[in-house]
């Protein structure tokens, strides 16, 4: 039996920036070792329906794109699939070229037909050489007239390991119009559908999804695979746990599949990582990459890990993240060839098997933040990695236009990253964890940012508390940390128009650099020992704190720079107004006392509540206990499924 592992699809949207992630037209050259273009012949005009393109006459289009290559490497790497047709289906004369790439981003061609007339093309490829990394992909080039794609497949007759279907769980608070489009696309994608159980809307905002408009024609196409639940907000982790639980009481699906709710989706990539999950030698989570939702090229999660030692999430490649399929599509990009591991995979889009929900249980009670890395973590550990697939993506709102370490966010930020840690650090007492910590709230202070210290001094507070403050404070925490708030002046984003703040020195402006002016070493030492004796010591002047001293912009008001002032006015993160920072001098003294004291505390009682997370885990993240968390009756017996998902 022939199995599609891959259609060739193009943009479903008539936006020009898509066209990067799916053709590439273009001739490239390279200057000063950059990749440039020389011509472009790409238009939307050429593209002619979700699985038809028109390569104009005389002219050469390649398909190594985010979208339309396979990713051979990680099909090699992870299933057992061992070769892949590639069928071709066009009109018009022409030459169809296949190529490949190796883990260094080197092309070499494979195989070729010349086609003419209505013509269907089939190259079989192994996948036996792609163990570093690499892709295969197809060129077609016209000769006097145009060459029409009808489309393609990237096919196998292998056999998957299992046969389930998914169920989509998506979690929504106060996002109703996102959801709609979401719950469109998916009724408008019946390829999709055909490998979905249910779609669990978890809606736990007051702008409710079922009363927008559109809502209604997106329910009847989806018909009763579409279940709309209704519940207070508990954050990501309580409504995707809902969708897991919903999940698990559907014989059907082997998978859930978590998808955010502020994002658009490519619905091919939510079927590819489906398939993927079939294909996977051992059950395995299957995540997807993050474009940017208001910068639709621009990739910003590929492979993400948690370095240990700070028990802190970043990209594997930090410093080429993110990346614009603009400026350096695939063939350009050498980095993107490679075959990259992931230690967790963010839950704007993951693919999550039953059988590791059975084995580990659900999220853990965070509300937000370090959820979705806390359960790859404790999966992996279970014998179920992950793996961030390419040509698996969505796009969502990036963190560009906002800084959620200064707003009630931060409490989230300090408890989760330390209570995953308590969790699953291999480093004595957390590595250099609480020294990191420790800094942040001190870079916060000398940046006379107050609010984000009182809700880290909270987060650090309940963490000694012990691992049953988290479902205790699980529908409080963040009400409690927005009303903490209004005790911060800082916290207020000034917007009238009609009423323009200025400051008394003007606006302090910096040519863009990579933080080359930042001090380090010894300098960094003097420099934090001098700002913290004159925040300590030193009242600030009366006129600095009736007028702001200096003005900055968000980009430029960093931590070594806002200290030498009493006060400054701070453009927001998003550009709709400024933030005034004041200098306190009996706040700063009280809070640096706070975090010194509450870090030594947390250092020397690291072992015992390290011991006292983990105990209590299994009871935190199990049916049971988020069943009584959202007040659900127990389900009846149902027949418990193996690891490969088969039913006992």
Not at 432 to 443: C, G
Not at 521 to 537: D, E, I, P, V
Not at 582 to 599: A, K
């Amino acid at each position: 039996m022939v199995h599609v592992l891959q259609n060739v699809v193009f943009p479903l949207d008539r936006d020009p920036d898509l066209l990067p992630l799916y053709t590439d037209p273009d001739t490239w050259s390279v200057v000063d070792r950059e990749a440039v273009r020389v011509t472009d012949l790409g238009h939307l005009g050429d593209v002619l329906g979700r699985s038809s393109v028109r390569v104009p006459a005389g002219s050469r289009v390649s398909f190594a794109t985010y979208f339309n290559a396979f990713p051979a490497s990680y099909w090699q790497h992870w299933t057992g699939v061992r070769s892949v047709r590639l069928a071709v289906r066009t009109t018009g004369p022409g030459t169809v070229i296949v190529y490949r790439s190796n883990g260094a981003g080197v092309a070499q061609r494979i195989d070729s037909a010349h086609v003419g007339g209505d013509a269907e093309s089939a190259f079989d490829v192994p996948l036996t050489q792609f163990s570093d990394g690499g892709w295969v992909w197809f060129d077609i080039v016209a000769e006097a007239e145009p060459v029409i794609l009808r489309g393609g497949e990237w096919t196998t007759t292998h056999e998957p390991a299992r046969s389930g279907k998914a169920s989509l769980g998506i979690t929504t608070f106060n996002k109703p119009d996102y959801c709609v489009e979401t719950l469109t696309a998916l009724g408008e994608a019946p390829e999709l559908l055909e490998f979905v159980d249910r779609v669990f809307l978890v809606d736990q905002g007051t702008d409710r999804v079922r009363d927008q408009d559109g809502f209604a024609a997106a329910e009847r196409a989806l018909g009763d695979q579409l279940q709309v639940i209704e519940q207070p907000n508990l954050g990501g982790s309580g409504g995707f746990s809902r969708a897991m639980l919903e999940t698990l009481d559907r014989p059907e699906s082997d998978f859930v599949q978590l998808l955010d709710d502020d994002v658009r989706i490519e619905p091919e990539s939510i079927r590819r990582s489906i398939v993927f999950g079939r294909y996977a030698t051992t059950p395995m989570l299957v995540g997807a990459h993050m474009f940017d939702l208001l910068d639709r090229p621009r990739l910003h999660a590929w492979a993400e890990v948690v370095d240990d030692a700070p028990f802190m999430w970043r990209n594997l490649f930090q410093d080429r993240m993110p990346h614009d399929f603009r400026r350096s599509n695939l063939r350009q990009t050498p980095l993107l060839h490679m075959r990259m591991d992931a230690d967790y995979n963010g839950w704007w889009m993951c693919l999550i098997p039953t059988a590791a929900l059975r084995e580990v249980g659900l999220s853990l009670p965070a509300f937000i933040k370090w959820d979705d890395a806390e359960f790859c973590l404790r999966a992996r550990e279970a014998g179920f990695p992950t793996v961030s697939l390419p040509g698996v993506a969505l796009w969502h709102v990036s963190w560009v236009g906002k800084d959620d370490s200064i707003d009630w966010q931060a409490y989230f930020h300090a408890r989760n990253r330390i209570v995953a840690a308590l969790l699953h650090s291999r480093s004595p007492l957390g590595g250099t964890l609480l020294r990191h910590s420790r800094r942040v709230d001190l870079k916060h202070l000398m940046m006379m940012q107050y609010y984000p210290v009182a809700l880290r001094i909270r987060a650090l507070q309940d963490v000694l508390r012990g691992p049953a403050h988290l479902v205790e404070n699980l529908p409080t925490a963040m009400p409690a940390a927005r009303a903490l708030a209004g005790r911060f002046p800082e916290t207020v984003v000034h917007r009238d128009p009609e009423t323009v703040l200025h400051s008394r020195h003007g606006r302090r402006v910096f040519a863009p650099s990579p933080d080359f002016d930042s001090p380090t070493g010894l300098r960094l030492r003097l420099f934090t020992a001098k700002t913290l004796l004159s925040h300590f010591l030193r009242r600030p002047d009366p006129a600095n704190l009736e007028t702001p001293e200096v003005e900055f912009g968000k980009h430029d008001a960093h931590w070594w720079r806002l200290p030498l002032y009493d006060s400054a006015l701070v453009s927001a993160a998003d550009g709709s107004g400024k933030n005034v920072y004041t200098r306190d001098r009996t706040l700063f003294r009280r809070m640096l006392w706070d975090s010194v004291r509450l870090h030594a505390r947390l250092r020397r009682e690291w072992p015992r509540l390290s011991q006292l997370y983990r105990a209590a885990l299994p009871e935190l993240v199990s049916q049971e206990s988020w069943r009584g968390v959202l007040g659900l009756p127990s389900p009846d017996a149902r027949p418990a499924k193996t690891r490969d998902g088969e039913s006992k």
